[in-house]
């Protein structure tokens, strides 16, 4: 085990980012990171997800996931994040989320630690490059160290070179991604020991 306790922090509402953080989890927990799987909670009224099958269902499959708090935020001493882009930016979920740590931020309990962050969206030019720049500024903010997987192994470039963080079209997570996010989880970890 490492000094790393990495909270994987994500929402999904048809289950490709969820897969993702799954990816992650196993990947970090190898390169011996603690490493708690958390989502965040469904801010849309449950009459319209349970108005459509595949939502219903990823939300029936998650519900044991523990749902993130600023515990959480305060226990990690790395964070890695997955969400949908919604228009250009990140779902509205996890910006609730993100936007409930006030007190964390104003305290200093996210400085200083490692965080990256992955996304999906519809197609591969769904504005997933400005979702990651845009939760990459929100991090700027808490003084919190930003690690990208940049262009450090074969994977990004097999992936899509998406030197920002791994980027999945949405319910087609490639073989290709899925060596992306292990690798971008492992350098997080590496990072994160350095910091730590």
């Known amino acids: 085990m490492s000094n790393v306790k990495l909270a994987i922090v994500y929402y999904s509402t ?17 390169a011996g990171a603690e490493v708690r799987v958390l989502r965040v909670a469904e801010t ?9 099958d595949a939502w219903k269902a990823q939300a029936d499959k ?6 993130a708090s600023p515990a959480d935020m305060e226990w990690a ?18 910006r609730a989320f993100i936007d409930s740590l006030g007190g964390q931020w104003f305290s200093g309990a996210l400085a200083n630690k490692a965080v990256s962050a992955m996304t999906s969206a519809q197609n591969l030019h769904g504005g997933m490059e400005t979702t990651l720049i845009g939760l990459y500024t929100t991090f700027m903010h808490w003084g919190a160290v930003i690690v990208t997987p940049g262009y450090t192994d074969p994977s990004i470039f097999a992936a899509g070179g998406n030197p920002y963080g791994t980027v999945a079209v949405a319910g087609k997570i490639t073989p290709e991604a899925e060596a992306a996010i292990a690798h971008q989880a492992k350098r997080l970890v590496e990072m994160a020991a350095k910091l730590a």
């Open 14 to 30: 048809y289950g490709t980012n969820h897969r993702m953080a799954e990816i992650a989890a196993e990947a970090a927990r190898a």
């Open 44 to 52: 849309a009224p449950a009459e319209v997800v349970a108005s459509q």
């Open 62 to 67: 998650s519900a044991d996931i523990p749902v």
């Open 77 to 94: 001493n790395a964070y890695l994040f997955s969400a949908p882009t919604r228009f250009g930016t990140v779902a509205s979920q996890l």
